[in-house]
């Protein structure tokens, strides 16, 4: 435990959570003086590591262990598919519950609105973690569609040269990521596969929406402007 706890002490004292933690030691030690802080963080984390020590390791991964403890357990409603997590906008984020009647119809009104069909290609530039963008991988898996996976992003060259070379047919964003593809010179690409845009996840500005619309229409492509949010599963709103 010492060995494991003093490497904890110092990522603490490196992320600058000294005051943070004052308060916990507030009566058992000067917290005015450091080397006594880390005396108490000490404490603190050793005798935590003992009382994990003694739950049964269910399983584990990546450095990661799942316990079992003796905490009351609760039923899952049947009907209960994913806790999603908002973006936070309000505050902290929350998780909502999302049912399989949830998923479900939002997923079908979004490809019966966008008809998508087999022959659409999407690429994974937004996080699986992400309610917009489970969804386009929801709708496209939905609509018998295909998708690109990639770690890479926008500002790599090989993410367009994935792009082009599996001809993608439709891209999507959050208005981040339009200010980016301006910057990125996106309005003088050939995306001659290129379909269809869609934009969620907050507000465009004026500008760009207009600057979008007119690429759209020079190039023949469609633009769809969405909202949706958490506690709707995903896109509600075109």
């Known amino acids: 435990y010492i060995e494991i706890t003093k490497n904890l002490t110092k990522q603490v ?8 933690f004052k308060q916990f030691f507030n009566s058992i030690i000067d917290y005015g003086k450091k080397e006594n802080y880390e005396k108490g963080i000490l404490l603190y984390f050793s005798i935590g590591l003992k009382l994990l020590d003694k739950n049964e390791k269910v399983y584990g991964y990546g450095g990661y262990d799942l316990l079992k403890t003796e905490a009351e357990t609760f039923a899952i409603n049947e009907e209960l598919a994913l806790l999603m997590t908002t973006s936070g906008s309000t505050g902290s984020p929350k998780f909502v519950r999302q049912s399989y009647e949830n998923i479900s119809a939002n997923t079908k009104s979004i490809v019966e609105y966008l008809e998508l069909n087999e022959s659409e ?7 699986m973690n992400y309610v917009y963008g489970l969804s386009i991988i929801n709708t496209h898996i939905f609509s018998g569609g295909s998708i690109v996976l990639t770690g890479k992003t926008l500002f790599q060259k ?11 047919t439709n891209l999507n964003g959050v208005p981040y990521t339009f200010e980016m593809l301006k910057l990125l010179r996106f309005f003088k690409m050939e995306l001659p596969s290129l379909k269809f ?5 907050g507000k465009l500005s004026a500008e760009l929406h207009k600057t979008m619309a007119e690429y ?15 506690e709707a599963t995903a896109r509600m709103g075109y």
């Open 158 to 168: 090989e993410f367009w040269q994935l792009f082009k070379s599996n001809e993608v």
């Open 216 to 230: 759209a229409e020079k190039t023949n492509k469609k633009f769809f402007v969405m909202y949706g949010a958490s």
């Open 121 to 127: 290609r999407s690429i994974t530039n937004l996080p």
């Open 197 to 201: 845009i869609t934009q969620a996840g």
């Open 13 to 20: 004292m490196k992320k600058g959570l000294y005051r943070l």
